[in-house]
């Protein structure tokens, strides 16, 4: 059972346009949501991420947005540049500890690709 | 901050030999570890969670007695893959998060294992 869904294997976007990467979750007690740029043969890198108190939260070029009600996350990144080309991975956690531990659950990843 | 290093980053090894990846948290204390998986062109698979100073928790359909994972300080996790098989081939990535609660994973830069 995926808990956490990137429907979007790919997207490409002109270079300084909008990429809007999206993701779904179906466990509604996530309630801590991150994104992560990942390169390939390298760890993923924390880029931006909300908790459930929240609906927006910005950083830079960086936005996320959390729609609750639909269980739903989107990133933009705007202006779009060359070197935002990689895999972006959504993650939702319970934020607090639950049963003993952590859970950090990612879904499969959009591989976005800016054009120059 | 919160730098995560993982040694191997890449490893090959014979069928029936083990293997010991460490990960290391740089400039913090981390009471918790992840250990997650990546196959081609696939999501990120959590594997286990580390607690320092207890045993690891894995998640469904991981051997434990194959993966075997040592969080003996709260700076250093270590995953032993034992009698590596080819199908253990894979892309393994650590990860930790500073504090509790709403707290980013950080990420080492991964293990590339090969086994023959």
């Known amino acids: 059972d995926q808990q956490v869904k990137q429907n979007s294997p790919s997207l490409s976007v002109q270079e300084g346009r909008i990429s809007i990467l999206n993701c779904d979750y179906t466990?509604?007690?996530?309630?801590?949501f991150l994104w992560y740029k990942k390169y390939p043969a390298e760890g993923p890198t924390f880029l931006i991420s909300?908790?459930?108190?929240?609906d927006k939260n910005e950083d830079g070029r960086f936005t996320v947005f959390l729609n609750k009600s639909a269980k739903h996350l989107s990133l933009h990144i705007v202006p779009s540049q060359p070197g935002d080309s990689a895999v972006y991975f959504c993650?939702?956690?319970?934020?607090?500890?639950?049963?003993?531990?952590?859970?950090?659950?990612f879904g499969t990843g959009t591989r976005l690709k800016v054009l120059a | 901050g919160a730098v995560v290093s993982q040694h191997p980053s890449w490893v090959i090894c014979k069928s029936g030999t083990s293997v010991k990846i460490e990960c290391r948290s740089l400039d913090f204390q981390a009471t918790t570890m992840f250990w997650y998986r990546q196959f081609p062109k696939q999501s990120l698979m959590l594997m286990a969670t580390s607690n320092e100073g207890s045993k690891a928790t894995y998640e469904q359909g991981v051997e434990k007695d194959k993966f075997l994972i040592n969080h003996a300080s709260l700076t250093l996790s270590t995953l032993t893959v034992t009698s590596a098989h080819p199908e253990d081939s894979s892309f393994y990535i650590c990860?930790?998060?500073?504090?509790?609660?709403?707290?980013?994973?950080?990420f080492g830069n991964g293990t590339r294992l090969t086994v023959t």
């Open positions: 993650a939702a956690s319970a934020g607090r500890k639950t049963s003993g531990t952590y859970k950090y659950i």
């Open positions: 466990n509604s007690m996530f309630d801590y």
């Open positions: 990860s930790a998060i500073t504090g509790q609660g709403y707290s980013p994973l950080h």
């Open positions: 909300i908790s459930s108190i929240k």
